[in-house]
């Protein structure tokens, strides 16, 4: 089973500033990687897929980068609206479909 | 734009089975896969499994034994079961749709989930 591990657990960032978030994959995953925000109370909703092209209607401030078993997300001047929780997900080699653990993006 | 909807009891007995709906409004589901995922409170995502609009399943290992998904392409709508239930299968449970119709993933998008809670 792919484990998808994500660092750090929680980030604490001041808006305005960017945040880097990171995702290691237990084994190489080419590029088929996707990133989700999730707000409390919310459903989680697609923001990258093919670990850098941006889902329909997400902001230019988010980009993803990266390929094999290393993937980061970046949000390049946070908004108020940015802080909630991220998960990254691999689609290389399922099942089972895997998600990271999560980092919770908070105000500093 | 698809919108899904979960629907199905909150309050499930241990022992008995967990069953919900998910209406797909604003497009047909007889395109693209459909799932099921989970989050138990205050923890991660599980994919639980996927059925595309001909009826072909695949589900997650460590849940094959007691999940079934079926579709009803003429109500536009699909379902889950999950058998024997336990308070650890207490959580949010999410549908959602592969985000192109060849592809089961990414998952976009997804319904707004429905808690369902195992207890007596």
């Known amino acids: 089973e792919m484990v998808m591990t994500q660092s750090p657990a929680t980030l604490s960032v001041s808006p305005g500033e960017r945040a880097t978030l990171s995702c290691r994959a237990s084994?190489?995953?080419?590029?088929?990687l996707a990133w989700y925000q999730q707000k409390p109370g919310q459903a989680p909703r697609l923001l990258i897929y093919?670990?850098?092209t941006r889902a329909t209607g997400i902001p230019a401030r988010f980009s993803g980068s990266g390929s094999g078993t290393e993937f980061t997300l970046t949000i390049s001047s946070l908004q108020s609206e940015d802080f909630a929780v991220y998960y990254c997900?691999?689609?290389?080699?399922?099942?089972?479909?895997?998600f990271g653990q999560g980092t919770r993006l908070e105000i500093k | 734009q698809v919108q899904l909807q979960e629907s199905g009891p909150g309050l499930v007995k241990p022992s008995e089975t967990l069953s919900l709906t998910c209406t797909v409004s604003?497009?047909?589901?007889?395109?693209?896969?459909w799932s099921w995922i989970r989050q138990p409170p205050g923890k991660g995502l599980e994919w639980i499994g996927y059925?595309?609009?001909?009826?072909?399943?695949n589900y997650d290992p460590s849940l094959k034994s007691r999940v079934t998904i079926s579709v009803d392409t003429s109500k536009n709508h699909f379902s889950l079961k999950l058998t024997s239930v336990t308070a650890a299968d207490t959580a949010v449970y999410y549908c959602?749709?592969?985000?192109?119709?060849?592809?089961?993933?990414?998952?976009?998008?997804w319904g707004q989930g429905t808690l369902v809670t195992v207890s007596s």
């Open positions: 604003g497009g047909s589901i007889s395109s693209h896969y």
């Open positions: 084994q190489s995953l080419s590029s088929n």
């Open positions: 093919g670990a850098s």
């Open positions: 959602a749709r592969g985000r192109s119709p060849r592809f089961v993933l990414p998952f976009d998008p």
């Open positions: 059925i595309y609009y001909s009826g072909s399943t």
């Open positions: 997900q691999q689609y290389n080699n399922w099942p089972p479909i895997t």
